[in-house]
């Protein structure tokens, strides 16, 4: 199995920044996908941004150009690098880890933007 924990949350103004993190520990795989989704208040879990082991990053278009997703493979850490934060930006991120066998979700962590 493999453990989630994410950190870097918090309450920032619109057009700032934050950065969040995600950890992963236990069995790895070699291959996977880390991802990071969110939740607003009221509203379904949508999709953010992934990357595949090998680097390649997709985003949702709403992020696209202001979130950098990255992942540091030696620390089993993925990142999510958020700038130009606007107030819809507001929900509980969620990292997720994604392999052929077996998926799971972080604890989650509230990003607030004040506006």
């Known amino acids: 199995q493999v453990q989630l924990v994410e950190s870097g949350g918090g309450l920032v103004q619109a057009g700032g920044s934050l950065r969040l993190s995600c950890t992963a520990s236990?069995?790895?795989?070699?291959?996977?996908?880390m991802s990071w989704h969110r939740q607003a208040p009221g509203k379904q879990r949508e999709w953010v941004a992934s990357?595949?082991?090998?680097?390649?990053?997709n985003y949702a278009d709403s992020v696209k150009g202001r979130f950098t997703i990255s992942r540091d493979s030696a620390k089993n850490t993925v990142y999510l690098q958020m700038n130009s934060l606007r107030p819809e930006d507001t929900a509980v991120f969620y990292c997720?880890?994604?392999?052929?066998?077996?998926?799971?979700w972080g604890q989650g962590t509230q990003v607030t933007v004040s506006s």
């Open positions: 997720k880890y994604s392999s052929a066998r077996y998926d799971c």
């Open positions: 236990g069995t790895i795989a070699s291959i996977n996908a």
């Open positions: 990357i595949g082991s090998g680097g390649t990053t």
